[in-house]
Each structure stands twice: as structure tokens, then as C-alpha cells.
């Protein structure tokens, strides 16, 4: 012991040399010549290896004395005691310390003090693992490892990085089923649920949950919860916002300051549609109650999803996107009036949105009619047409937006729509991608506490939770690196 301590004694002295020649550095002859660039990444790399110094006695001061002999589970004294070493991969690099263990004839060997620092079971820190997988859920594995080797110096392998983001996806269910809902004072007074879906490409193959046949693609299913105020608005300032330029020249958008979502939850998953919206209806549950006037489910014109919607929430009102309306309005216009550059096609749509936007519907699909009849188009000019007309027609029902409006409901199903870009096609339907499932679910889980800005609390959350299955308590001190760097303040 009294070597262990002279070491550390030996050690400090030699950091606060460090640190001294870290502040000449700064202030020295060699400062009065330096460009800033130059000297910025010179100091980051010596307060890395300081770090990593650091680090190395906090671990050392801690593993200095001998523990307290612990029990087995059947409470056999584990009395035999050597000094092993473990591995601590952080951020400053990697550090080998020795700690005492405890052992028995026929009982594991124990380390008291792995408990107390909440060692991870493999030698990656969760600071870490936090960085890293911060990293990766935006950027594909091999440039996230070459970031992270430019940066920190650390060498990561693709392989490493796949499974941390495994391991570190396995709390996100428990975490979610946790979190508070917002009280019934902070809600607005529609509630709304959305869903959607976008496919991944897996390895191998697997049944199509529609089709029953091979596909090497799985949809994955995105949903929404939120609550919103009341924004009555009338259809033109609606058809203002979406048209710009559609037979107003170049008059600026007006500007409309619309309530924020409140308490926006969104989850993924590739375990189909049943098991995407079981959980929806479950946080509904959770949110519903007497504070909620009105409940709006919006869906695009997919009868899978509108199905689930109906059937799932027969309370709530189905309102069908307006942006997929104008999905299908647009075609039309340019196949009856020659494109979408001619001005009497951007009037065309300016006038059919307002008429479907004060509720006459059916007055859009009789003029629709009308001009196909007299146009005499050909048959692949006609298609556009037909289409709107057939998807007017059959979601008719969920188009009642005179009503919508007027009740301050929402009628764009912008948040799932982006869910689904930013979510699934922006970091998993790249060109080339292929999934294992269990990867492509576990990059949907964290992905989702990313864009529910949930990322910070999740990881507190699954340390907490990683500590609980190690040592059996539920208690965590925290970052280690945090420890050592509050040590040497």
C-alpha cells in the first residue's frame, strides 16, 4: 500500500508539472508566434493526455486500499484476495488499473470496487458510448469511426460501434413507459395521433406483412402523440400559406405563427403495424382524460393506416393530410392545362384548394369530371385525373376541412411525415444499406430519443438500469470521467 500511495503522491507532483507546462505553453515565447489554429488543437491534444493522466491516479487513488471482504450470494465469505487488472476504455484514451478481487472455492470472484466506480461489464465507458453513439445515429458506422479517431484518437471498430448501439437501445421501451406525460394543465385541448411507415432494406429476406412474399425491404412503422391549442384559421389564409406563387405573382408568403406541438412522442419499429399501434393506443391512454375536447387522428391516404386509425381510435376524427390532397390535385391541374407552368394551371389549383378547403368536395371531383369528359385527353394523359378523382371520392369522409378549420384542428401531417424522413430514410434507406434486424431496431430506438430530444435523460436513464443489472442497486454515481475531473478541482 505504502508503494501505491508514494506512486500516487509521485503522480500529482508530475500533473501539477503538467499543468504548469500547459500555462507556459500559453503564455510563452513559443504563444507570441502561434497561429490560433495551431494552437488550439495543440492544447486539446495535451488536455487529452492530461485527461487520460488524470484519470489513471483517480482510478489508482480509488483501488489503493483494501476493501471491505464481501459475501457471496449464499453468503459464503470470499476471503481469498488478489490484485487483477481491468481495462476502462474512455474518452482520453485507455487506462489499465489494478483492483482487488475477492474469491472462493466454487463462487465467482468479486470486486467491491467495480461496484462503487459502476464499471460498464465491457470496458467502454458510457461517456463513450454516449459520444459514440450520438455519433453514429446520424452518420453511417465507418465515417462515425473515422470522426471519432480524428477527434479523440480512438480506434473503433464498425463491429464495436454496432453492437454498442445494440446494448445501448435496450432501455428505450422501459425509459419511454417511464417518462411523465404532460398534466392535464400543460395539454392542449386536441389530442392527435398520427402514423406512417417507410421501408428498410434487411439482410436476407423476409415475409411482407401485406403480401406474405419474400422481400428483402420491411416497413418501418412510425407514430406520433401530441396535443396542440386551437388554431382557427379561415381557407384562404390556408391556401396563402401553401400557394405562394400560385396565381399571386411573387407576393411573400404571409408569415403565421401556429401553436407548438405539446409533449410530441414519437416511436419506430419493424414489429409491424399491431405491435406500432398497440403502444400508441397505450400512450393515449396515458394522455386522454376530461382536458381533452377533441381527438384527431391524421393519416395520408394509405387504407392500411386509415384502417388501423378507425379501428384502433373510434373516437377519434379522421382527417385525411392536406399535402397529400395537393399530391394529387397538382397532376390533375397539369394534365388539363398543359403543366405546372402555365398560370392556368396554378390558378386551377388555387381555386379547386379553396373550394376543397370550405367543404365542397364534391363540387371538386363533378369539375374534375366535367373537364376530363371535354378534354378528350389520352389515356396516359388522363390518369392524374382519374386518380384525383378516385382518391377524392373515396376519403371524401376525412376531407370535411370547412369543419376542420374551424375548429382549429390541424390538417397537415407534416410531423409524421419528417418523422419518417429524418428518422428512417435519412440514416437507414441510403444507397447501398442493408440491415440485421436487430441493428435496424435498435438505430430506429435511439434515433427516436434523438428527435424526441430525449437523448440526455435516456442516457442517465439506461446507466442507471446498466448499473441495476451488474450490481443489483439501483444506485449510480455518475460519469466516471465527471468524478475524476470534480477530483482534481
Known sequence: MAADSGDIVDRVAQLQEDFRALSLMVTGCEAATSAAASMELRIFREVLALGRRLLEVFFMARAVSRPAVPVAPDGTPLSECHRRPTTYLSVFGKITFPRHRFFAPGQAGVSPLDAELSLPERC??????????????????????????????????????????????????????????????????????????????????????????????????????????????????????????????????????????IGKETRATLDGKSAAFARLRERVEHRDGPHVQERVALTDGAAAYQDRMTTTFPNFTLVLDIMHVLGYLWPAAQALHGGWLSKDCRVYVRRQLETLLAGQTQAVIDDLTTRLDAARLPSYRRKPVDDAIRYFTNHASSMRYDLYLARGWPIASGAIEGACKHVVRGRMDCSGMKWARPGANAMLKLRIVRINDDWDDYQRFHCQQEHLRLYGTSSHPGPIEAQALALAA
Do not use: C, M
Open 124 to 261: 467502454y465507458s458510457p461517456l463513450l458510448r454516449d459520444w459514440a453513439g450520438h455519433e453514429v445515429v446520424d452518420a453511417a458506422y465507418d465515417p462515425s469511426a473515422r470522426t471519432l479517431e480524428h477527434i479523440l484518437g480512438l480506434d473503433l471498430a464498425k463491429s464495436a460501434l454496432e453492437t454498442l448501439v445494440e446494448e445501448d437501445a435496450v432501455d428505450v421501451d422501459a425509459f419511454y413507459a417511464q417518462k411523465p406525460v404532460p398534466t392535464a394543465a400543460e395539454e392542449g385541448p386536441i389530442l392527435v395521433v398520427q402514423a406512417d411507415g417507410a421501408g428498410v432494406r434487411l439482410v436476407g429476406t423476409e415475409p411482407s406483412e401485406r403480401t406474405g412474399h419474400q422481400t428483402s425491404k420491411r416497413e418501418a412503422v412510425v407514430t406520433t402523440i401530441y396535443s396542440i391549442q386551437r388554431h382557427v384559421r379561415t381557407a384562404q389564409a390556408v391556401v396563402d400559406a401553401l400557394l405562394r406563387d400560385a396565381g399571386q405573382g411573387n407576393t411573400p408568403r404571409p408569415r403565421v405563427v401556429r401553436p407548438a406541438p
